[in-house]
């Protein structure tokens, strides 16, 4: 099943953000170059004041905001004013980041298979939050991020590519959630590519990446 197809010229992409958005800010990078094949029309947020907001419109993307707290506990309410705001402008594919909603299965299958999302940890470890000072108490020695497709389950969607960093003896989990952030920043863009160029298949709940050959070297963590 392909994940995603190019449209007409370059695709176009909404993000949504809870807060500074700073992934939103590494796609924005990527996408300002005439050669990438989508576009950041649209950035969208659940909470008025996320910094990121401001950090969209001085990129000059549109911005819009719709307040879960307008909605209650009518979380079908929220989503389709979400939904709605989508459809308003053309947009083809959805890249969550930072967005603290969990999306209830009518939402998430309205987009199946064009919207990804980054974790930062190497799922399936470490799903949900804190993942950095989880894997310092697991004594885990690699690390790192992934981008996957959403599905209904929390951090559970077919992988798309995966970055990691060693576990160094002295690390905290600030000083491991800065390397693993570079390495998000690297993934994301990289991933919402594949995804606008079409190169994405799901095959039996994996994801095929169309051209993409196994990667070469082996990483040991500690250094030996």
């Not at 719709?66 to 309410?77: I, L, S, T």
């Not at 959805?94 to 940890?121: K, Q, S, Y």
Request: net charge neutral; with cysteine.
């Amino acid at each position: 099943m392909a994940a995603g197809a190019m449209t007409a010229g370059r695709a176009k992409v909404a993000i949504l953000i809870s807060g500074r958005g700073s992934n939103m800010a590494a796609l924005i990078e990527a996408a300002a170059d005439p050669a990438f094949p989508a576009e950041i029309a649209l950035v969208l947020s659940n909470r008025p004041d996320a910094a990121g907001l401001a950090r969209a419109a001085a990129a000059g993307i549109t911005t819009e905001v719709v307040d879960h707290k307008d909605f209650g506990k009518n979380r079908e309410g929220f989503e389709r004013a979400l939904d709605a705001a989508l459809q308003a402008h053309g947009i083809a594919f959805v890249c969550l980041a930072g967005f603290m909603r969990l999306l209830t299965p009518w939402f998430v299958g309205r987009w199946e298979g064009r919207m990804i999302n980054v974790h930062p940890a190497l799922l399936p470890a470490f799903k949900g939050l804190d993942t950095h000072a989880r894997a310092l108490a697991a004594g885990v020695r690699l690390h790192g991020a992934t981008v996957h497709l959403v599905v209904p389950e929390m951090d559970s969607g077919p992988i798309v590519v995966q970055g990691a960093v060693p576990v160094g003896d002295d690390d905290t989990p600030d000083t491991l959630a800065a390397r693993v952030l570079a390495v998000e920043h690297r993934l994301y863009p990289l991933a919402l590519r594949w995804l606008a160029e079409g190169r994405i298949n799901v095959e039996a709940g994996r994801c095929r990446i169309a051209g993409a050959s196994a990667p070469a070297g082996l990483l040991i963590a500690p250094a030996v």
